[in-house]
């Protein structure tokens, strides 16, 4: 890449879409563009907001007097793809296609790669996706659950995961494809994961394993929680809300927030306590357990996502960790920059882009 060259970054939400222009890691312009109800509404599919999302950042450019001769590359966010290892993309047509029907189900972000290849076909530049949440590289004794009908299956916030692994790599002088790490994002759901030369061997699905978060439950005792399906106290759905988004610190506390429940704490609260340090406790089981999958052989435990900012949260999980590997403290996500970073690696032949027909089952 040369001093002049720009990449876009595009990152779809629910109601938004992230964008940012960077030169090199440097962003020089970053963006939410928001999205009404109204407007979204409209829409009775996912894939048909493509247009008015697309129209949307192609004004954007041009109020921003972007020239986009000086573009070389468009990243996306990564959608719901077919179960596939991390790694950049180039944005081909069978992804497409699954992006288009949302092979493991529709959210936003599955626009992401199709929005990069639009704008990037007009310029004749290339496009890319980076470590979606499809990414599945654990073992495959990890897959086994202990009942035959049911298969543990891989769901992860790769992006950030993978992206603060290669920013600890450099801090403390390791090789990302020749190293071992634990890592744990803390957000509303908490996924804590073994990675070793580069790939996510086990992980547990933040929403229906692990330790509770600000709004899941985590794992549960599977006796009394069949006893509830089947006590028809709760429909379906709400049972699920309970588990997935009402669950966690909203269930205890009535909050999600973590700021919060440093208040309560620090104005003598002991049930804020105990349900906070209940917390740090299961994650940091969790990542004993995960460490296990190493052989113990840990370079650092790598605490991430926005509840590690948490200083009391923590330094309970360090407390209880840090006989295993040294801490690293990696607080918040930075997708954008992720994103970015993924595609230079391509552009500066540090890697090659994979192609998702060469990565992927087609075997449906």
Request: net charge neutral; with cysteine.
């Amino acid at each position: 890449m040369s001093g002049n060259d720009l990449i876009l970054v595009i990152n779809p939400g629910s109601t938004s879409t992230k964008i940012a222009l960077f030169n090199k890691e440097n962003p020089i312009i970053t963006d939410n563009l928001f999205h009404s109800l109204e407007e979204i509404n409209k829409y009775d599919s996912i894939y048909e907001q493509k247009g008015m999302r697309e129209k949307i950042i192609m004004k954007w450019l041009e109020e921003k007097g972007v020239d986009l001769n000086k573009l070389v590359a468009i990243v996306g966010r990564g959608g719901l793809l077919r179960p596939m290892p991390g790694g950049t993309y180039k944005v081909t047509k069978k992804m497409l296609e699954d992006l288009k029907i949302g092979y493991q189900g529709q959210h936003a972000s599955n626009l992401g790669g199709v929005i990069a290849y639009d704008i990037s076909k007009k310029l004749n530049i290339p496009s890319f996706i980076v470590d979606p949440v499809a990414v599945d590289e654990i073992l495959d004794e990890a897959r086994i659950s202990g009942m035959p009908e049911i298969k543990r299956r891989s769901l992860v916030h790769a992006l950030n995961i993978k992206a603060v692994t290669r920013k600890v790599c450099k801090k403390i002088d390791k090789n990302f494809y020749n190293s071992s790490f634990v890592v744990a994002h803390l957000g509303g759901g908490i996924s804590v994961c073994p990675i070793e030369n580069g790939k996510i061997l086990d992980v547990n699905n933040a929403n229906e394993e692990g330790p509770f978060s600000p709004e899941r439950t985590g794992s549960l005792p599977v006796g009394d929680l069949i006893k509830i399906a089947y006590s028809s106290k709760y429909p379906y759905k709400e049972l699920k809300k309970k588990i997935i988004g009402k669950g966690g610190l909203i269930a205890y506390l009535d909050t999600n927030d973590g700021r919060l429940v440093d208040r309560m704490i620090e104005e003598g609260n002991k049930k804020a306590e105990l349900i906070l340090e209940a917390m740090a406790y299961q994650i940091a089981k969790e990542i004993g357990s995960m460490a296990t999958v190493l052989n113990g052989n840990v370079d650092a435990i790598i605490l991430t996502g926005g509840l590690a900012y948490n200083k009391r949260l923590s330094t309970w999980i360090k407390e209880r960790v840090e006989f295993i590997s040294p801490i690293e403290l990696v607080p918040g996500e930075e997708e954008m920059l992720a994103l970015v970073e993924g595609a230079i690696r391509i552009l500066n032949k540090e890697e090659n882009a994979k192609i998702y027909e060469e990565e992927v089952c087609f075997n449906d």
